[in-house]
């Protein structure tokens, strides 16, 4: 009789094959035998929101780019549908003790986010993925709604899928203690029943906002003692500040570690104020669609500095708070400037933010690895420019401005602070950079030599860019959403000095002119060379002739 290996090197190596994220391997290991059932079972199902067949969106972009007739990407499409309700299938039937193996005590990410794709994906509920998955124990769970529809004055009944989402995790929470992360549109009433089963839960992501109230803040100290991230989608209710501000300081004081609000909602003094409740363990703040009466209150977050990155972006257009409430610009610079630990700040659509960040930029013992700045004014930002060569510890700058009126000296004063940020291995410029012309991209591939990730404009780019871009052996994308006259002979000797840093580096050219157009051949020799050099991809697209009309070859 072969020997046969201690179930702890049995667990080890399946442990392995899960931080390799290797399904096939392990789905083999959990069919060929007993004692790799249990171990390789566990080590799918706790990364099971990552599996492939969890996400039928993606799978579907590669069967169609793989071609072939209809009928057989229609079909693979179908398996893929399949699966994904299989999987989630097994993972329901085994919190009612209907499977040979506990599978739902195995999960450590609880994304009914996904199981909620796969209720409202049309092929799901057109074909036989739908009455298999709601058969037998799980016709409880095929919730309908009547639906009115007007233009036929008649009604249809439709699965109602967040119903059913909550009634499904009412039965999977029960059964699943080792969840850590827990993500759905939840209701407040089932957030409030789920959160003392929950023991582990540290990542809590809501699509309203509003289930956090009714006491959920302190269901959460009671019953969860890691709890340290949030995240939803908005808070539209009058009475958010308030019942915002009641969770947060229900909470254990100082454990919340990050705070994204992803759509809008009505923040106000409260809420600010209860933010200073998690001002020391606060490290990742993301405030995104802040209304106009919520920026005097802003300054209220100053006992939040232990900030290490920071998202502050507006609801409609950028608010002038350098003239219009200096006030509280003054007051933001100065909260700014108490968070020392800051590395990361983004400002989108927020008002007078080249001001507030020319003061931080200036600061020297604020050392920023990663800024993004996105709708301001190209020619009022000239000093801002000029502060970014301030921090040489940058690896990631993001602007996108509004390029209007930009002077020559402009251009040279922000490629001549580009140029001294020697660390950056990301550099997106996006409309502000479409001036720039081949000296200026030179000067920047010559200053920046570990750039991986370059996307920038200017105006009548050509050939003569590609040895100096050719240097920076770690790039791994270049996009060119420049006015270009490129030739497939340039493009082809730049590709053959691509080297092993360079492994799968895309070359994007946005905006080709239609002048030095390359051929169909030279483009697919272009692919060819540059797939067999570093497996990389090339895409190609023409600008649009000033002097055709877009709506040329319409009908009316």
Known sequence: ??????????????????????????????????LLAMPALGSLYRMHEVAPVANSGS?????????????????????????WAELWRMIILSSLDLTAYPYCRYIRVLDLRNLKDLLDEPKFNRGAASKKFFAGELAQFN???????????????RLNTVAAVNEIGEVVTKQTPMVEELAGEISSEALSSWIPRLP??????????????????????????????????????????????????????????????????????????????????????????I??????????LNGCTSLTSLTLTEFMRPTDLENTQNDVFVELINWLRGCKHLQNITFRQFGSSPAILTSLLLESDIHLSKLELEGYVGKE?????????????LRSVVLKGDPDDLTTDDMEILVDSLCQLENLT???????????????????????????????GGWEINDEIWDDVAALTSLKALELSAFSYFTAEGILEFVSKLGPGNKGFVLSIMMA?????????????IREVLATQVEGRFDHTLARDPNVSEFEGESD
């Not at 799978?59 to 399949?82: C, F, H, L, N, T």
């Not at 919730?143 to 009944?157: G, H, I, N, V």
């Not at 550099?427 to 750039?451: C, F, G, T, Y």
């Open 1 to 34: 009789m072969a020997p046969q290996l201690p179930d702890d090197i049995l667990h080890l190596i399946c442990l392995q094959l899960r931080h390799q994220r290797d399904f096939n391997t392990l789905y083999n290991c959990a069919q060929a035998a007993k």
């Open 59 to 83: 799978d579907e972009v590669e069967v169609s780019r793989q071609g072939g007739p209809v009928a057989d990407v229609r079909r693979q499409q179908d398996q893929i549908i399949i699966r």
């Open 143 to 157: 919730l309908e709604r009547e639906l009115m529809l007007t233009r036929a004055k008649s009604s249809s009944w």
């Open 200 to 289: 582990r839960l540290q990542h809590l992501t809501l699509w309203r906002g509003a289930a956090l109230a009714q006491g959920v803040g302190s269901l959460i100290n009671t019953y969860c003692p890691v709890f340290k991230t949030l995240r939803f989608y908005d808070w539209s209710d009058s009475d958010a500040d308030a019942q915002f501000a009641a969770f947060l300081n229900a909470l254990r004081p100082q454990t919340l570690e990050l705070l994204e609000i992803i759509s809008q909602i009505n923040i106000g003094a409260q809420t600010c104020q209860a933010l200073n409740w998690h001002g020391e363990s606060l490290k990742d703040l993301k405030l995104n669609s």
């Open 291 to 300: 209304k106009p009466e919520a920026l005097p209150h802003l300054p209220l």
């Open 381 to 393: 930002a000239r000093e801002f420019h000029r502060a970014l060569a301030h921090q040489k510890s």
């Open 426 to 456: 990301d550099l997106r410029l996006k409309d502000i950079s479409e001036d720039l012309r081949v000296n200026h991209i030179r000067q920047l591939a010559r200053s920046l030599p570990v750039l991986e990730e370059w996307w920038t």
């Open 513 to 525: 002119s239609p002048d030095s157009d390359l051929t169909e051949e030279e483009q697919s020799l």
